[in-house]
C-alpha cells in the first residue's frame, strides 16, 4: 500500500503538456530568428548614411565659404574605419569609402562581407551638383542605391539628397 501512495504523490508534466510548449517555442523561434537576422543586416549597414550625410553637410559648409567643391581634407570630411590623412578611401569593418575621381563624388563600397537581407549590391553612391554661377544656393546631392533590397536597408540614404539646410 505505501508504493501505491508514492506513485500517486509523484508530480510531473505530462508528454501531451512537454509537446504543447515545444510547438509553442518552435513557433515562437520560426516567427523570431528571420526578423533578427533582418535587424542584423539592417545594423551593418547603418554606417553608411550617418557617414554619407556628415559629407553632405561638411562640404555643403565648404561650399558657402569657399564657393566651390572640396576635397575630403579640403572639407576635413573623415569617414569611418581606417583613414590616414590626405587619402582617397578608408576601410571599416564592411565598407571602403571612397572619393570619387572628383571632389564632389562619394562612394561606400561593401568589403564583401556579407550584410543579409537579400542585399547583393554592394555600392552606395553620391554626388554633389554644384553651379558656381547659382550665387548663394545650396549644392544639391543626388544618391543611389540601386536594389531594393539595399534601400530597405538604408532607408534613410536617399532621403539625403532632399535634406534642406
Known amino acids: 500500500m505505501s508504493t501505491q501512495r508514492r506513485i500517486s504523490q ?11 510548449v515545444i510547438v509553442i517555442i518552435g513557433i515562437l523561434a520560426a516567427i523570431a530568428i528571420p526578423k533578427l537576422f533582418g535587424m542584423t543586416a539592417k545594423a551593418k549597414a547603418q554606417e553608411v548614411g550617418p557617414a554619407a550625410g556628415t559629407w553632405v553637410k561638411l562640404h555643403q559648409a565648404y561650399v558657402n565659404e569657399h564657393g566651390s567643391q572640396g576635397t575630403w581634407q579640403n572639407i576635413g570630411y573623415i ?10 578611401t578608408s576601410t571599416s569593418t564592411y565598407f571602403t569609402y571612397y572619393l570619387g575621381t572628383t571632389p564632389g563624388q ?7 562581407k556579407a550584410l543579409g537581407n537579400g542585399c547583393t549590391e554592394n555600392n552606395w553612391n553620391a554626388t554633389l551638383e554644384f553651379d558656381s554661377t547659382d550665387e548663394g544656393d545650396m549644392p544639391k546631392f543626388s544618391w543611389n542605391s540601386t536594389t531594393q533590397d539595399c534601400k530597405d536597408l538604408t532607408p534613410s540614404f536617399d532621403k539625403l539628397g532632399r535634406q534642406t539646410p
Open 106 to 112: 562619394w562612394q561606400g563600397t561593401n568589403t564583401g
Open 79 to 88: 569617414p569611418p574605419g581606417q583613414y590616414t590623412k590626405g587619402d582617397a
Open 10 to 20: 509523484k508530480q510531473g508534466f505530462t508528454l501531451i503538456e512537454l509537446m504543447v
